[in-house]
């Protein structure tokens, strides 16, 4: 399995022969990171097998990005209902299928449609999106981790506890703005989280950033 970090919050991520983008295209909406323009032309150039957005506020997605994807690749388009062309529907690609599973947004923004995304292949990934920590304890139909990619709220605080409850083998955090611009301390509390802690193992890439798991 490999990912790769193409947005303030999201990955291009391959599992089993099978190219997913979620929540891979972003403009900037300081302090985050936009993708940059050259990942995001290859990203066109050679499309990946499946897009899926988590919801619509710019930092995670990019509608020109969606509309041209729709347009050079057959792939299935999965987000909310203010997506073009999206579904919510279980897709199977390949030895891969997607699970669209609906969850709230963190903190304390207008309401906005949020889903998160389960892909099962021969490694079950969770990916968080901007999902709020609570409520996925009780969520006993949903098949367990093996990698939980979430925003940095999952190590803090509570967040952390929950993330270590769902016992995946592996926490990719992304939403991490660049360590020079961080107004909000965001890299101080995951770290005093982190510092010392015990598994799960966690990784923070930076953009652009290939990570190969076994």
Known sequence: MELKRTAN????????????????????????CATPPALRDTLLQDPPDAVA?????????????????SQKSAGPVLGPADVPNSIKEPVSIGNVRILSVSSRHLGKTEPIEHLSYILQGSRTVWFMGD?????????QNLPKPDVLIAPYSFA?????????ALKPHLVVLLHLPERGNDPYGLWESVEKT?????????????MAQSVYLR
């Open 53 to 69: 957005f988590t919801h619509t506020h710019p930092d995670h997605y990019d509608r020109l990005f969606v509309c041209e994807y």
């Open 156 to 164: 803090m605080g509570r967040g952390w506890e929950i993330t270590k």
């Open 194 to 206: 982190l510092s010392g802690a015990a598994q799960p193992a966690v990784l923070t890439p930076d």
């Open 131 to 139: 999902a709020a920590c609570d409520g996925w304890l009780e969520r």
């Open 9 to 32: 919050a999201g990955v291009l991520l391959q599992l089993d022969g099978v190219r997913i983008l979620l929540d891979g295209v972003c403009s900037e909406v300081k302090p985050y």
